[in-house]
């Protein structure tokens, strides 16, 4: 079974419910989304395709399992899921959540299985004239113009044959027709939007403006601004050697010198390889404090930390410590806003204080 849900903090609160209602029926459950370390989520892919990919016949047939997941699931990786639950999202992405249903025709189905998604959503007449409360955090996500035109395309629908009812589909919820006053309300508000993404892609290349550094644009002008992370378990300075020890969550410890000769570029590029797997996006809001530029110089032969003449660093550092909370380096409150954590199994998390 699939569950996917819009968001990263959805899906973790979905995860732990099932897991929670799961435990001693032995049924494993899993969780899937953007906010792992790159090495955790590549072991977690890896993982699941294994159960749930073309190779997996023997392997579903040992234990019941639900993956609870994001917009990942969509479309990067070959799984076959017997059952989908999926929340409301546009005609396109839907589709290609339903494909992950009985992909492969060499999995055993129990006698009588359905090839069956459930879509959990709302009624439209009350996400018309509110969607923002409605639809919660997916309108967040998504246009809730967008959500409302799949919604009216997909409610009272029972059954779906692919690939032959797609184009109708996508035809149905993009097509230009006359709308109600909210609904042309909610489509005014998604071509405001799209202007202002322009205006900002123009102002980005434009040499008669004052154009931004690129790596200015993609943070402030994206929906929400995200930043690298490096997680690590600890950090020690030899500032006599030039040396910095780190030692990684898996428990591996890397010796990172400041300096390198032309004979070492490939020692330096395999660290650096090696720290980018420790590393994840996160929202920057909820991300730990901004160090200086100072503060990160050891990481300087690692990774482009930005330019402290145009804004602040590009990078975060944070030490997972005792129950998975994070710290930074010197030991202070990662965040005075949020309580942040970091869970090999459920990914980055971040509560008000």
């Not at 090495?39 to 016949?57: I, K, N």
């Not at 005609?91 to 494909?99: E, S, V």
């Not at 990078?315 to 909370?325: E, F, P, S, T």
Request: aromatic share 8%.
């Amino acid at each position: 079974m699939l569950w996917i849900e819009n968001t990263v903090s959805e899906a973790q609160e979905r995860f732990k419910h099932l897991a929670a209602r799961s435990d001693g029926i032995e049924i494993e459950c899993g969780l899937l989304h953007s906010r792992f370390i790159h090495v955790d989520r590549e072991a977690l892919e890896d993982e699941w395709v294994t159960r749930y990919g073309a190779e997996g016949a023997e392997a579903r047939r040992e234990r019941g399992r639900i993956l609870v997941g994001t917009q990942v699931l969509e479309q990067s990786l070959d799984i076959d899921a017997d059952f989908l639950v999926t929340r409301i999202c546009p005609t396109d992405m839907l589709l290609q959540r339903i494909g992950r249903l009985w992909r492969h025709g060499n999995h055993q189905r129990t006698t009588g299985a359905k090839c069956e998604a459930w879509i959990v959503s709302a009624e439209f007449e009350a996400a018309e004239q509110n969607p923002e409360s409605v639809f919660g955090n997916s309108a967040k996500v998504y246009s809730p113009y967008v959500l409302l035109r799949t919604l009216q395309v997909w409610s009272g629908m029972e059954a779906l044959s692919l690939p032959g009812d797609i184009r109708g589909l996508l035809e149905r919820t993009y097509e230009a027709r006359t709308e109600s006053d909210e609904m042309a309300r909610h489509k005014a508000d998604l071509n405001r939007r799209k202007q202002m993404l322009e205006n900002f892609a123009l102002q980005s290349v434009s040499p008669g403006l004052n154009a931004k550094p690129d790596t200015s644009v993609s943070t402030r002008y994206s929906d929400i601004d995200t930043i690298e992370l490096l997680l690590l378990k600890s950090v020690s300075h030899d500032h006599k050697a030039g040396e910095t020890t780190v030692t990684l969550l898996d428990g591996r410890t890397l010796l990172l010198p400041s300096q390198f000769t032309a004979k070492s570029k490939a020692e330096q590029r395999n660290l650096a390889a090696i720290l980018a797997t420790q590393t994840l996006q996160v929202a920057e809001y909820a991300a730990p404090a901004a160090p200086t530029f100072n503060t990160l110089s050891w990481l300087q032969p690692y990774f482009y930390l930005g330019d402290p003449i145009h804004g602040e660093c590009l990078m975060r550092v944070a030490i997972v410590g005792d129950g998975w909370l994070l710290k930074l380096p010197g030991g202070g409150e990662a965040s005075q806003k949020y309580e942040l954590s970091y869970h090999p199994r459920l990914g980055y998390q971040y509560e008000k204080r």
